[in-house]
Nanobody
Framework: QVRLVESGGGWVQAGGSLRVSCTVS????????MGWYRQAPGKQRELVAR???????IYADSVKGRFNISRDNAKKTLYLQMNSLRPEDTAIYYC?????WGQGTQVTVSS
């Protein structure tokens, strides 16, 4: 059974930082690309960042220079370091691989 479990969300003031994590089980983590997506109230789910199995990354324009995606294959864990957070970053953040999704973790940024 494949499981993706996010953690590390919370509340932060604008300009602050948070790191969210996603621990994966039931799949060969190191072989697969991983992604972080987010969905704000009333909006569609959107890609935030993606990392391939070889470590190549892409970012949404809105988070470039502020967010960093990384992975630890030994720990089967995906990370998203979020700096200089803005109120518009408020959303539920989901990790994804292949066609599997986590349950999401709420990130709230207050102005």
């Amino acid at each position: 059974q494949v499981r993706l479990v996010e953690s590390g969300g919370g509340w932060v003031q604008a300009g602050g930082s948070l790191r969210v994590s996603c621990t994966v089980s039931g799949i060969i983590f190191s072989s697969n690309a991983m992604g972080w997506y987010r969905q704000a109230p009333g909006k569609q789910r959107e890609l935030v960042a993606r990392i391939t199995n070889t470590g190549s990354t892409i970012y949404a324009d809105s988070v470039k220079g502020r967010f960093n995606i990384s992975r630890d294959n030994a720990k089967k864990t995906l990370y998203l370091q979020m700096n200089s957070l803005r109120p518009e970053d408020t959303a539920i953040y989901y990790c994804q691989t292949v066609n599997f999704w986590g349950q999401g973790t709420q990130v709230t940024v207050s102005s």
